[in-house]
Each structure stands twice: as C-alpha cells, then as structure tokens.
C-alpha cells in the first residue's frame, strides 16, 4: 500500500536526479539495501523538516533506527558531502557561472543546542550557551564549506578551521568578504595560508538602523533557508559531524528543487 506523502518527500524528478548522483559516488558493491533508498532518504528529510526525534519517525516511514544508523553510515563515507557538492556545481552551471566559485562569503551563527550536546560554550557576545555553525558560502549563497564548533570560540578562529578545511578544493578562489568580527590578524593569516584576499564589509550608518550590506546579505539569507528546516532552530545533535550534514541535507534538497523546476532565485526558499 502507497502511504501518503509528506511535504518533505522528493518528489519523482527530484529522486531521479538525486540517485545519478548518489550513483556516481557510491560503490555498485555492496549488499542490497533492505529499505528503499527513496524511503530513506524522504525519512531523513522528514526528521530535518518537522525537527522530530529519531524515534518520532511515523510508522508508515522505514524503522528509525535503520534509518539513523543509515544517517550516520552516509556521513562516515562522505555520501551526503559528494552528493551536495555535485548538486552544488549543478546549479552554479544552470546559473551560468564557473563549477567552482571564486569568490566566497564567510559568516557564523550562534544557537542553543540541548545538553546532550558535545563540546558546547557559552558565546558572550550573543548570551548564547551552545554552538556556533560557521559557514562559507559563493555568490548564489550555495554552502561551499561548513564547521560546527563551540560557541566560545572567537569568530577569527572558527574561521581559520573552515578555511583550512575547505582551502585544498577550491582553486579558483581569490577573495572572502567578511564583516568586522574578522578584522585584524586573520586578514595576513588568510593571505599566508591561502594566497586569498579577506575584504572587511564595514558597517558605517548609525547601529540602531537597519541597512543591507554589500555582499553580506547572501550568506545571511543562507541562514535564513537553513532555518526554514525546523532542526536548525536548536542544535539536538550529540556530535559536529551531524549538525554538519544536516545542513547539507537541507541545502541538497533545495538545489534539487531548483535544478528539476524553475524557479527566480537561485535556491527556492521554500524547499
């Protein structure tokens, strides 16, 4: 019997271009899922969605345990990495633009996260007890690079993790807007590690007034799609890695939204 679909489900097309990919970097060896892929993979989706536990999944989704044990296996083999970045050069190509950017935009957020969490802190400057999810995005505000980390951890030095992990894959990359909590020494440190130029976007009308910044307002409306899946709104995972590919998650299905419909902004804020 056909169970009912959920919003969160992918849709046929959505599913078909989501398997090439996952085929092209996954091994055809290997045992015979028990569960149908789709299944899983709209399970996964639906947990991201609604921000319900494991154990939550309705009954008429695969067992959740085989499904959080599938989560976890696909981050330890860098599935959903290889697949959010194939889908990634996708959409950069359907926008007429290079694979790989040359250009990023580096921002964090600060979050509460529940006290199972690992490796939390207390981030002063917000009065936020948690985490801090520090991401790097491209001009279509696409996530090229993210870390979870600590919240008591400066922005500079959250930022030198992210880049240090993303540097090596990025040739074309020449420069990085930032704002005013990575003014200093991070800009040479940048440069030294990098070879890559790190512009400060000043804020200089009056604080209390709102005004869109340069090149700013992209990774601030990455966090704002983000936040469309109701797990963002807390950090609930036990480890970074997690909390990581629940981002990528989020953001694969809404470039596979875009890629099979069309849509007048780069990532369709809905999906």
């Not at 959740?64 to 083999?77: L, M, S």
């Amino acid at each position: 019997m056909t169970r009912q679909a959920y919003d969160s489900d992918l849709t046929d097309d959505e599913w078909t271009l989501f398997e090439q990919k996952f085929n092209e970097i996954k091994s055809p060896r290997g045992r015979k899922p028990i569960i149908p892929r789709k299944e899983l993979v709209n399970a996964i989706l639906y947990r991201l969605r609604t921000g319900c536990q494991w154990r939550s999944l309705p009954h008429d989704l695969p067992d959740w345990n085989n499904v959080a044990k599938t989560y976890r296996r696909w981050i330890k083999n860098g599935y959903w990495e290889k697949v959010h970045d194939l889908l990634c050069r996708d959409v950069r190509k359907k926008n007429g633009r290079e694979e790989e950017p040359s250009a990023l935009i580096i921002d964090s957020q600060s979050v509460k996260a529940d006290s199972w969490a690992e490796n939390t802190g207390y981030d002063a400057g917000k009065k936020i007890k948690g985490i801090k999810r520090h991401l790097v995005v491209d001009v279509l505000g696409l996530l090229i690079g993210v870390v979870v980390h600590a919240a008591d951890i400066q922005d500079r030095d959250g930022a030198k993790q992210l880049l240090l992990r993303v540097k090596d894959r990025l040739p074309r990359v020449e420069l990085i807007w930032a704002d005013g909590g990575y003014a200093g020494q991070l800009i040479e440190w940048v440069k030294r590690e990098t070879s890559w130029e790190l512009v400060i976007v000043k804020r200089t009308d009056d604080v209390h007034a709102f005004k869109v910044l340069p090149k700013r307002w992209i990774v601030e409306r990455t966090f704002g799609w983000l936040m469309f899946w109701r797990i963002m709104n807390r950090h609930h995972e036990r480890k970074h890695d997690t909390a990581e590919a629940d981002m990528r998650v989020a953001m694969m299905k809404n470039m596979l939204g875009f890629l099979t419909k069309v849509h007048p902004s780069p990532i369709s804020t809905a999906a």
